[in-house]
């Protein structure tokens, strides 16, 4: 394995599990520092459990058991003064965030006569807002030591749409738009801000039971494998019904790599061909 980010640190918020897991492991699989960062706690306005303790411990053990040094905070991204803090720790303790990976995120669906204020705000503010504090805890000491690679999670559904996917559709959405702001303002100090499109990944977000019911309402116990046709056929072109997370990941490292350097602004699709579907 490549040691190309020996000497950096990097943050990945949503860590826990999935594809901010994935992230983290594949920065310290490649030599650098790792600030991990999730809430480790369910949202009553979600119907799938998020992240835990537990989980967040075990991605650190992965971490460490590479050889690399590791903050890990316990942290909600739409809370400000939570990620200012987590930031202040990783800055003491390893020196520097060189590179922040703004991957926390929750899904939810309801079509707009259900949709409840309490949906709005927990995905505008997991997503959105979210996103909004993670860069704005880590851009001043990327501005100070005029170095930065930041890369940011939308979705497929970030260039798109889908019918009863309001709250989540909108959040991805202002996430392209933070991120493409974000490169004009920061392009000047040598950061970079990207963003990655993500289509359906194998991960708990889209394998759990409420998903599975609302695709085959006509099942008593559906699993993954009675909806991953459906899926399949939906919004990807490629006949696969997810990608693994290490798919993304590998764009993550491409977007923070030394050779990424005038990259800026952009959105990168890993959505097995899901974007083609696009005006541009
Ligand atoms: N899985 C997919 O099909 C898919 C597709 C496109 C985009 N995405 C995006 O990818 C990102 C990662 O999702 P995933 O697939 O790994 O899902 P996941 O549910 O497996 O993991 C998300 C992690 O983020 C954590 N989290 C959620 N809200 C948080 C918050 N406010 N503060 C801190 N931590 C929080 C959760 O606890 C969980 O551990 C999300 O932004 C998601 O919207 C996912």
Known sequence: MSQDFQGRVALVTGAARGQGRAHAVAFAERGADIVLCDRCEDSAALDYSLGTR???AHTEELVTALGRRCVSGQADTSDRAAMDELVRRAEN????VDIAVANAGVTGVSPIGEHTSELWHEV???NLTGVFNTLAAVTPGMIARKYGRIITTSSMMGRGASPAMAAYVASKWGVIGLTKSLAMELAA??????SV???NIATPMVQNDAMYRRFRPDLTDPTWEDIAPTLAG???LQPVAALDPEEVSRVVLFLAAEA????TGMVFPI???AGAKNNA
């Open 260 to 263: 990424s350097a005038h990259l």
């Open 189 to 194: 100090h040598h950061i970079t801000v990207n």
């Open 54 to 56: 537990s989980e967040l």
């Open 197 to 199: 499109a993500p289509g």
């Open 93 to 96: 303790e390893l020196g520097s």
């Open 271 to 273: 959505d097995a061909g």
């Open 124 to 126: 505008i503010g997991s």
């Open 234 to 236: 939906l919004t990807h």
